[in-house]
T-cell receptor, first 108, second 114 residues
């Protein structure tokens, strides 16, 4: 199956700062999702983005499928953005494979 | 519309016992997948079912089994529990088989094995 690597593993931001999270994958993907895991463990869907760019409020994501990476941008961060961000991809008939996540802490 | 629902939300078992976790997918979704997430790691794929048939199995021992019912709900069973089975078990549903479409996750069942 594919390998998914996320960076950075940990990130601390001052409230109001911007950040970029990166996801590299080892093979071409036909599904790429970004999730935010809340403190209670639920995975909240942020983007379904096998390719291209999408925006939702202060969040946006870009996937460059030919270069096998995806970026998640968080602008004007808020304390409620804290948590773990996962990207996950699948290739062919493989199941969705998750990275190890980026743990984001936003400090007031 | 209701999202993916899982039960129970928390449970505590002792080594050697058996556990059954339940999942109801989003209405209209025919595919259910199970994932295990241990502390500090990303979720790991266990099973996928589509139209009541197993369509994929991850690298887990035979103590793990699952099934899907005619109403598309699903059960995950784990026999002879080990301490290492302590984890958050997540269920995901999607409208199609695993390699198409977006997956939506439930809140999870947090299992502690003592």
């Amino acid at each position: 199956g594919i390998q998914v690597e996320q960076s950075p593993p940990d990130l601390i931001l001052q409230e109001g700062a911007n950040s970029t999270l990166r996801c590299n994958f080892s093979d071409s993907v036909n599904n790429l999702q970004w999730f935010h895991q809340n403190p209670w463990g639920q995975l909240i869907n942020l983007f379904y983005i096998p390719s291209g760019t999408k925006q939702n409020g202060r969040l946006s994501a870009t996937t460059v499928a030919t270069e096998r990476y995806s970026l998640l941008y968080i602008s004007s961060s808020q304390t409620t953005d804290s948590g773990v961000y996962f990207c996950a991809g699948l290739s062919g008939n493989t199941p969705l494979v998750f990275g190890k996540g980026t743990r984001l802490s936003v400090i007031a | 519309d209701a999202g993916v629902t899982q039960s129970p939300t928390h449970l505590i078992k002792t080594r050697g016992q058996h556990v059954t976790l339940r999942c109801s997918p989003i209405s209209g979704h025919k595919s259910v997948s199970w994932y295990q997430q241990v502390l500090g790691q990303g979720p790991q794929f266990i099973f996928q079912y589509y139209e009541k048939e197993e369509r994929g199995r991850g690298n887990f021992p035979d103590r793990f089994s699952a099934r899907q019912f005619p109403n598309y709900s699903s059960e995950l069973n784990v026999n002879a529990l080990l301490l290492g089975d302590s984890a958050l078990y997540l269920c995901a549903s999607s409208p199609l088989v695993m390699n198409t479409g977006e997956l939506f996750f439930g809140e999870g069942s947090r299992l502690t094995v003592l």
